[in-house]
């Protein structure tokens, strides 16, 4: 299928509206209608519901969805794959979640560079769901996940556990409250190991979907929250940060998950550099 039909429903689908999407195209609206007509033929269904108001996905436009960006992703991967060929021996394309970039991935990638320079690295930060949905359609070669979702024809390797701590950068060392607790977002996981451990907290007066970024508000202003230990061993050294007495603590182990049939000779030096930082992290 032409990609450029997947990208025009895309931005259909994305503005609700045929004008607006042609306008984004820079297409006139009749070549979008003749796409998404022509899309419709091929697959046998009507993917939209159009009315004066707009452009509504019907149930087999939102079936055919994941499908359209699963192409337009595998499209934009052959093209960097392909581009990069001439000048790095392979590619790589890895995803994490946000936080395990800070304080550790980053530093992979920076072995990478050292050690592999003839490897291309192309890295993606985001939710857990997606990275697997990518490492199913072959767009993504390597994740590195709390908890992965065992696959057909994917190995799972346990890198380290992660320790999730309570830190405190208040001077008093009195009970906290929701006034001066900090709610940070880190994840499905974390949100329900944490209402179960404090619900007195489940209206924080502030709450953050920062990530690592968190820390410097903390840092910065008196307040009490959760983070890695590994972005915060430092902090504690130093007396910056403080440990509450009796606080939780989470332990979330963490995986990288890579194609059971993959070129060893390129993988192995790859995944024996994630092992050694991992290694770095748990000592």
Known sequence: MDVDLARTFLMVADT???????????????TVSARIKGLEAMLGRPL??????????????????KHALALVRLWRHAQIEVGLSGKHRDH???????VLWTGFLLRW?????????DIAVSATAGLSAAHTQRLVEGTLDLAVLYRPVQLPGFAIEHLFDEEFVQVSSARGTGRRTSQDYVYIDWGIEFQQDHAAAYPEFANATLSLDLGA??????????????????????????????????????????????????DEEAYEPILD?????SRKIAT
Not at 234 to 257: D, N, Q, S, T, W
Not at 273 to 277: H, P, Q, V
């Open 273 to 277: 550099g994630l092992r050694m930082m």
């Open 213 to 262: 970024m968190a820390l410097d508000y903390i840092l910065a202003n008196e307040g009490t929250a959760y983070f890695p230990r590994r972005m915060v061993a430092a902090h504690l050294a130093r007396g910056r940060l403080r440990e509450p007495k009796r606080a939780r603590r989470f332990i979330y182990p963490v995986y990288m998950i890579f194609p059971e049939t993959r």
């Open 92 to 98: 790589l394309s890895i995803g994490a979640p946000n």
């Open 16 to 30: 609700g509206s045929f004008i607006d999407a042609a306008r984004k195209l820079n297409l006139t609206q009749s």
């Open 109 to 117: 990638v920076s072995w990478m560079r050292t050690n592999i320079p």
């Open 48 to 65: 939209f519901l159009r009315s004066k108001f707009g452009a509504e996905l019907t149930v087999s436009g939102e079936q055919f969805q």
